[in-house]
């Protein structure tokens, strides 16, 4: 398709106008929107050891404000119809691909579901060969404590460093170049219901890491390892006491709500902070200016609320730390006493934007209940937050007090069935990163459109197994597409367009400088859109259906390539990858309900795809 | 009322008191007309293969409860009591495998069940040896073969209390067991 239509190219002078006045040169697209870092990165550069040029994509996030936006034009809305398959690599896995491939020094990293491989692929040879690979060969007994599929989110490049989880609760560090093995460190247990989904994140000489296990009555944390050593050198837990949390002198919440010595312990009846959840199996962001970490903490358990009477500190809440020592700095809870597995461990993009005529040093957070939310990250202040999805389970946020404003008619109840809650468990946008572009100061949000009937049960806690307590059936919301990919303006807090899809838009998103956001579909097509526009411009059918992050890269032959991994799975993806039996809608935790049409649209497979120009 | 239960499953922890006073408290309710077979562990053939040719005879430990509707409705309970229902959801199958259909990995007779259920299963079924009395497991593996309708339909649960989702186990499909052809670990490098 050719060129700009009239209305995205007014919208993108509108956006320019308000927040990003320095993007004009297409050619020259450095997002200088962006806080300063990605630009003037003290650590990035320095601290990952490769060039300062962007056509890397060394973390999942692309960068530390994950942004997900690529500064490659190679591939533009004049061209990207000839966008052809480069090469493909089977990874041998079946299971739910969420991964990001990883990109550094002209070698592609990939890192599969359970058994958790990773492959490193030779980018200067044709077809990208293995350079090499290794088998991490977790306990197979791990399989039976993830929740949600026995995915994995990514490895990480630092300094020459492969960094990655495994599903029975090792981080392991690799030589990037041979692949060989630098330190194991095991930092959970898979008999308290432990386990590792999430991509690491390595700042200064720390690897950032949490845990997985919100239905098993796990107690959530943060931990940093020493990069070079493996070593623990801080664990900060997001229940109990303060100086298990690391809440100390420096700790300044913005809510009156959220202030109080061990909120930790005295917002929920005696001991159930202990099996309480809030673990970390998002995203994080780092702030190399305030020099603070961001990131969420996911839902309390058991899901059925009546067994835990009060907020349920600090679940379902955003944490920001010190990398250095881990101490708190403040803390927002999003949805305090959860009642909807409203976990709050989305991506947070960090941006400057204007806010009543002042640029505010902001965090964007598309969260689960269905609002996205701008915070002021200096403070931990709600600025707005409105509503992206279709929601029957709150009536808002209170501006002033931070709070969240639940219908009670909604509130699960044992015993008792609940009709319409919406957004569904999975919330109006689960663990599938969206993207954001300077150029057009448009945030794209993969997400779904989903609601629930959900009956509270009494949760019995055995360790190891399922501390849940709910029956539920999701089904599609208003309009009937269980998915949805949605262009939004983070300034004016509104939708400017969106894409229906089929099934829930299950996979990441990628935007890039030649004005193209990428995403894949759980029916297998990856897709390209004008990023102004909406305007499906480019698709490939791909073998399975499509639950990973896509990224874009530059290769050794100076072109510019875009790559996903394909092989459904995942919480959505599990009545295929699981072979789940449709005639139970409460399989999946009740996401079978909604999926039953998927085995006639796809079948398993993990197979990375990399396209590439003619 | 909640916050008293809350409280008390999370100060022991492990919830092995509330265990342990379910055990009792069957104990003493249970109708039992045959005694339950001592051997917990029965032989499972995993394999058509079996050199020599003339199969070995299937050892085959009767259940003692497949005829008990008390038994079954029993069996139903204990399945959420002990989470079965956490990873099998109700029967269509979460992170373990569906229970309801036709394919079992382990093999659909009770007592492959009943090892399944106590010995556990390599890919993340635990092992529930020691925590479950003998009676109990035989209850749940005649509830678990309900699910695809292999037990008697007067004996089946007919109802459930909770939110229906799906046939009750009287009016279940019957599904005529096949081994799974492709055992998970072997889909799974």
Redesign the interface.
């Known amino acids: 398709m050719t060129g700009r239509n009239a209305p995205g190219f007014l919208l993108l002078i509108i956006s320019l106008n308000l927040a990003f006045a320095a993007c004009a040169r297409r050619e020259n697209s450095q997002p200088s929107g962006l806080p300063n870092r990605v630009q003037n990165q003290p650590t990035g550069a320095q601290q990952t050891g490769v060039e300062t040029d962007d056509g890397q994509w060394t973390m999942p996030a692309k960068d530390y404000a994950s942004t997900r936006f690529s500064s490659l034009d190679q591939i533009n809305s004049s061209n990207v119809a000839s966008l052809k398959l480069a090469w493909s690599f089977s990874t041998?896995?079946?299971?739910g691909h969420e991964a990001a491939p990883i990109v550094a020094n002209n070698t592609m990293y990939v890192v599969t579901p359970?058994?958790n491989?990773v492959y490193a692929l030779d980018l200067t040879q044709p077809g990208g060969p293995v350079k090499w690979k290794y088998e991490s060969k977790p306990a197979?007994?791990?399989?039976?404590?993830?929740?949600c599929d026995v995915i994995n989110r990514g490895v990480v490049y630092a300094d020459g460093k492969i960094f990655f989880n495994t599903l029975d609760d090792y981080t392991i560090g690799l030589d990037a170049a041979s692949g060989k093995e630098l330190w194991k460190t095991h930092v959970g247990d898979i008999n308290k219901g432990e386990t590792m989904t999430m991509a690491p994140l390595v700042v200064k000489d720390k690897v950032l890491i949490g845990n997985s296990g919100g239905?098993f009555g796990v107690r959530g944390w943060l931990t940093a390892l020493d990069a070079t050593s493996g070593k623990i050198a801080w664990r900060a837990y997001h229940t109990g006491p303060d100086a298990d949390v690391l809440i100390g002198q420096n700790f300044h919440p913005f809510y009156t709500q959220d202030k109080g010595k061990d909120l930790g312990i005295s917002s929920w009846?005696?001991?159930?902070w202990?099996?309480g959840g809030g673990t970390t199996w998002g995203w994080i962001s780092y702030d190399p200016d305030q020099d603070l970490i961001f990131y969420g903490t996911g839902n309390p358990g058991p899901w059925n609320p009546?067994?835990?009477?009060g907020d349920n500190k600090w679940t379902c809440g955003i944490f920001a730390r010190k990398p250095e020592n881990g101490e708190a700095v403040w803390y927002y809870q999003f949805s305090p006493h959860d009642l909807h597995d409203y976990d709050g461990v989305n991506e947070q993009i960090l941006l400057d934007l204007p806010v009543n005529g002042q640029t505010r040093k902001v965090l964007v957070r598309p969260e689960r209940n269905g609002y996205v939310y701008v915070l002021d990250r200096t403070n931990g202040q709600v600025l707005s937050a409105n509503p992206y999805a279709y929601i029957t389970s709150s009536k808002g946020v209170d501006l002033n007090s931070g709070q969240f404003l639940y219908n009670e008619t909604k509130n699960p109840q044992?015993?008792k069935?609940i009709r319409e809650i919406c957004p569904a468990a999975p919330g109006a946008k689960d663990w599938q990163p969206s993207a954001f572009s300077p150029r057009t100061g448009l945030l794209y949000i993969p997400h779904q459109n989903l609601c629930m009937?959900m009956?509270g049960?009494?949760a019995?806690?055995?360790?190891?197994?399922?501390?849940?307590g709910a029956?539920v059936?999701m089904y599609a919301g208003p309009g009937g597409n269980r998915g949805e990919f949605l262009a939004w303006d983070p300034v004016k807090g509104e939708k400017v367009w969106a894409i229906q899809e089929k099934f829930p838009v299950w996979s990441g998103a990628v935007a890039t400088a030649g004005d193209l956001v990428f995403y894949g579909t759980m029916d297998g097509w990856f897709k390209a859109v004008d990023a102004h526009s909406g305007q499906l411009v480019w698709q490939f059918k791909c073998g399975s259906g499509i639950i990973g992050q896509p990224i874009s890269y530059r290769g050794p032959d100076g072109k510019q390539y875009v790559a996903v991994l394909a092989g459904v799975g995942g919480w959505s993806g599990?009545i295929v990858a699981?072979?789940?039996?449709?005639?139970?809608?409460?399989?999946?935790?009740g996401f079978?309900n909604a999926m039953t049409d998927l085995p006639d649209a796809t079948t398993k497979g993990g197979m990375l795809y990399v396209f590439a120009l003619p | 009322m909640?916050?008293k239960?809350?409280?008390f499953?999370?100060?022991n922890?492990?919830?092995l008191l509330?265990?342990i006073v379910v055990v009792s408290a069957c104990k003493r309710e249970q109708r039992q007309f045959d005694p339950p077979p001592t051997t917990t562990n029965p032989a499972i053939v995993q394999s058509e293969l079996q050199p020599g040719g003339a199969p070995q005879p299937q050892t085959s430990t009767k259940s003692p409860v497949e005829e008990n509707a008390n038994a079954l409705s029993d069996g139903k309970r204990l399945f959420?009591?002990?989470?079965c229902?956490?990873?099998h959801?109700?029967?269509?199958?979460?992170?373990?495998?569906?229970l309801?259909?036709e394919?079992w990995i382990y093999g659909s007779d009770p007592a492959s069940i009943h090892s399944t259920i106590v010995e556990?299963r390599?890919?993340?079924?635990?092992s529930f040896r020691g925590?479950i009395s003998d009676y109990q497991v035989w209850e749940l593996s005649a509830y678990v073969r309900s699910l695809s309708g292999q037990l008697r339909k007067d004996v089946a649960p007919g109802r459930s209390d909770?939110?229906n989702?799906?046939?009750s186990e009287q009016r279940v499909e019957r599904k005529t067991p096949q081994q799974s052809t492709i055992p998970k670990?072997a889909?799974?490098?």
Request: hydrophobic residues 35%; charged residues 20%.
């Open positions: 041998s896995v079946l299971r359970y058994p491989i197979s007994a791990s399989q039976g404590v993830a929740c239905e009846p005696a001991d159930a202990r099996i009546e067994q835990r009477p044992a015993g069935v009937d009956e049960l009494e019995n806690y055995i360790a190891g197994t399922p501390y849940v029956n059936k599990a699981a072979g789940l039996d449709p005639r139970d809608p409460t399989g999946a935790l079978v | 909640h916050s239960k809350a409280k499953v999370s100060r922890g492990r919830a509330m265990l959420s009591l002990y989470n229902t956490g990873c959801a109700n029967g269509g199958g979460a992170i373990g495998p569906a309801m259909d394919t556990g390599p890919n993340g079924m635990p925590k909770d939110m989702v799906h046939r670990a889909e799974q490098p």
